[in-house]
């Protein structure tokens, strides 16, 4: 391409715009390769914002969900319970919502390729709505159940179309934070569920829930389908009115949706993939390699002892020895986990991924064992005798937030969003159903083998595992987790395909080498 040719481009806006400074001191305009749209280019962000918003109110539910037997349980153990269960009961009652979970995530990922992003998150509601209304009518623990596994169901389906959503209906600079409104999600709906478990009966509580989705399935009528989806069905039409309603009508459209076509028809996405396409496609390393490093990730991040600490918080502060109202400590912890997630939120677009990352890894390691050593030293001032009164009750309620405050500013955040981020379009619906339901799979086996646990190396012996996992974890993010702030989904996948190298490029630079002509002849580069 000429120098011409180039600049002609840069005017007509197919090509947005980069300001540098040659050798000679001569300030010159240069095309952004990356496809990066300047300040001046960005669509209004509060469409964004509000579409992102409405795409993830379901996952509000899986808050509810999660916090949903932590204050359930004691009610059901109370001696006045209309439905008395024992505490093998109670694990199942924490646990079975994660069994419905996984087969959520995976019809969940065929739909969104099948029938589009936004009917599969209409669709999603529907079992929440019938599951709360189950537990909220039980008579038996059965029933309680049944409504688990719906409620389950309903939360794993949500789960990836929410994310996925998000980071197709918004651009690079404004996608890490918005991501990050499903973990927002999860923990407002963790702290509206201690809040009002608290003051209410499980009864109501199940009644009040069954509301959010109902609000997620009315207002997601009004939401536009995401303009990647269109274009790979080949509606580029239908694609030009999206980005309208996504960016404003101000906004270069015809720029954005030539790239989606041009990006589709390199990947072959446009392209109806047949069964056996699918599993290339799946087992292609820009599918399989993201696909590790995220069900990994999940891993080693639920093993770190999170959804112990959400799933039994109540008992967890009533068994830590501390002279607080356990039921004071569930709601202020569940208000930290919210105010850090909107914290992490803003983190991740200032620090990236891989360093909120290493602060959970190495904080949850820390908290979990220094909650694991008081135990053992409680254990055993409670065998002395005569017994010792326990000293520094605080500590553990210490270890329990600073446990919950470095788990959420990485673990719970990072990892969904980077389900939106990583995994090549054509495919990115079922493997993203995939990796939620990989995710989910761990929640079951953490939160159900958690009274195991603690009766095989006692509860002390628990936490100190958990401490070890999150360090050996935190090895494996420094080597294998790469670095996504800031770049487009196009990029990221060119990279795990192999058609680009790294993704550390700075794209200033990129843009300078691929347009040399327009700067100084005689050295071809940028001034310092």
């Given at each position: 391409?000429?120098?011409?040719?180039?600049?002609?481009?840069?005017?007509?806006?197919?090509?947005?715009?980069?300001?540098?400074?040659?050798?000679?001191?001569?300030?010159?305009?240069?095309?952004?390769?990356?496809?990066?749209?300047?300040?001046?280019?960005?669509?209004?962000?509060?469409?964004?914002?509000?579409?992102?918003?409405?795409?993830?109110?379901?996952?509000?539910?899986?808050?509810?969900?999660?916090?949903?037997?932590?204050?359930?349980?004691?009610?059901?153990?109370?001696?006045?319970?209309?439905?008395?269960?024992?505490?093998?009961?109670?694990?199942?009652?924490?646990?079975?919502?994660?069994?419905?979970?996984?087969?959520?995530?995976?019809?969940?990922?065929?739909?969104?390729?099948?029938?589009?992003?936004?009917?599969?998150?209409?669709?999603?509601?529907?079992?929440?709505?019938?599951?709360?209304?189950?537990?909220?009518?039980?008579?038996?623990?059965?029933?309680?159940?049944?409504?688990?596994?719906?409620?389950?169901?309903?939360?794993?389906?949500?789960?990836?179309?929410?994310?996925?959503?998000?980071?197709?209906?918004?651009?690079?600079?404004?996608?890490?934070?918005?991501?990050?409104?499903?973990?927002?999600?999860?923990?407002?709906?963790?702290?509206?569920?201690?809040?009002?478990?608290?003051?209410?009966?499980?009864?109501?509580?199940?009644?009040?829930?069954?509301?959010?989705?109902?609000?997620?399935?009315?207002?997601?009528?009004?939401?536009?389908?995401?303009?990647?989806?269109?274009?790979?069905k080949n509606k580029p039409d239908q694609a030009m009115k999206s980005l309208a309603k996504l960016r404003g009508s101000t906004y270069n459209l015809e720029r954005e949706v030539t790239q989606l076509q041009t990006f589709a028809q390199k990947s072959n996405q446009k392209k109806k993939l047949t069964t056996k396409e699918t599993i290339q496609a799946l087992l292609?390393?820009?599918?399989?390699?993201?696909?590790?490093?995220?069900?990994?990730?999940?891993?080693?991040?639920?093993?770190?002892?999170?959804?112990?600490?959400?799933?039994?918080?109540?008992?967890?502060?009533?068994?830590?020895?501390?002279?607080?109202?356990?039921?004071?400590?569930?709601?202020?912890?569940?208000?930290?986990?919210?105010?850090?997630?909107?914290?992490?939120?803003?983190?991740?677009?200032?620090?990236?991924?891989?360093?909120?990352?290493?602060?959970?890894?190495?904080?949850?390691?820390?908290?979990?064992?220094?909650?694991?050593?008081?135990?053992?030293?409680?254990?055993?001032?409670?065998?002395?005798?005569?017994?010792?009164?326990?000293?520094?009750?605080?500590?553990?309620?210490?270890?329990?937030?600073?446990?919950?405050?470095?788990?959420?500013?990485?673990?719970?955040?990072?990892?969904?969003?980077?389900?939106?981020?990583?995994?090549?379009?054509?495919?990115?619906?079922?493997?993203?159903?995939?990796?939620?339901?990989?995710?989910?799979?761990?929640?079951?086996?953490?939160?159900?083998?958690?009274?195991?646990?603690?009766?095989?190396?006692?509860?002390?012996?628990?936490?100190?595992?958990?401490?070890?996992?999150?360090?050996?974890?935190?090895?494996?993010?420094?080597?294998?987790?790469?670095?996504?702030?800031?770049?487009?989904?196009?990029?990221?996948?060119?990279?795990?395909?192999?058609?680009?190298?790294?993704?550390?490029?700075?794209?200033?630079?990129?843009a300078t080498t691929a347009a040399p002509q327009l700067l100084a002849p005689e050295k071809n580069k940028l001034l310092p």
């Open positions: 391409m000429t120098g011409k040719e180039t600049s002609a481009l840069v005017d007509k806006g197919a090509l947005p715009k980069i300001v540098a400074t040659n050798e000679k001191g001569v300030t010159m305009t240069l095309p952004n390769v990356e496809g990066q749209p300047s300040k001046s280019e960005r669509g209004k962000a509060l469409r964004q914002v509000i579409a992102a918003f409405v795409a993830n109110i379901g996952t509000i539910n899986t808050g509810l969900i999660f916090g949903f037997s932590a204050v359930v349980i004691p009610q059901l153990q109370a001696a006045d319970t209309l439905i008395p269960v024992d505490e093998s009961q109670s694990s199942w009652v924490a646990s079975l919502s994660a069994i419905g979970t996984p087969i959520g995530c995976l019809l969940s990922g065929y739909m969104m390729d099948t029938i589009g992003r936004k009917k599969a998150l209409l669709l999603t509601e529907i079992p929440l709505i019938i599951g709360w209304i189950v537990i909220a009518c039980a008579t038996n623990v059965d029933m309680i159940y049944a409504g688990r596994v719906l409620t389950g169901f309903g939360s794993g389906m949500v789960g990836a179309p929410a994310r996925v959503y998000t980071s197709e209906v918004t651009q690079p600079h404004l996608r890490g934070m918005l991501c990050a409104l499903a973990s927002t999600g999860i923990s407002l709906g963790v702290l509206l569920q201690y809040t009002l478990g608290a003051f209410t009966s499980w009864k109501t509580l199940s009644a009040i829930s069954a509301s959010v989705p109902v609000v997620a399935f009315v207002l997601m009528l009004f939401m536009p389908e995401t303009p990647n989806y269109l274009v790979t292609h390393p820009s599918c399989l390699k993201p696909f590790g490093i995220l069900s990994l990730y999940f891993m080693m991040y639920q093993f770190s002892g999170v959804n112990t600490i959400t799933f039994y918080a109540v008992e967890i502060f009533r068994d830590s020895g501390t002279t607080m109202d356990k039921y004071t400590c569930t709601i202020m912890l569940g208000l930290v986990r919210l105010i850090f997630t909107i914290i992490a939120a803003i983190l991740l677009r200032r620090c990236g991924r891989r360093p909120l990352t290493f602060i959970s890894g190495i904080g949850c390691g820390v908290t979990m064992i220094g909650l694991g050593t008081y135990l053992y030293f409680k254990k055993s001032w409670e065998e002395a005798d005569p017994p010792i009164e326990p000293t520094a009750t605080w500590f553990p309620v210490a270890c329990i937030f600073i446990f919950t405050i470095t788990c959420t500013l990485g673990f719970l955040v990072v990892p969904w969003v980077m389900i939106g981020e990583l995994y090549p379009m054509k495919v990115r619906g079922i493997v993203g159903g995939f990796t939620t339901c990989m995710a989910h799979i761990c929640v079951f086996i953490v939160v159900k083998t958690y009274p195991v646990l603690a009766h095989l190396l006692e509860r002390h012996g628990a936490f100190i595992l958990y401490g070890c996992i999150s360090f050996v974890g935190t090895v494996f993010f420094y080597l294998c987790l790469p670095e996504t702030k800031g770049k487009t989904l196009q990029e990221i996948e060119d990279y795990f395909s192999g058609r680009t190298k790294t993704l550390k490029k700075s794209k200033q630079l990129e």
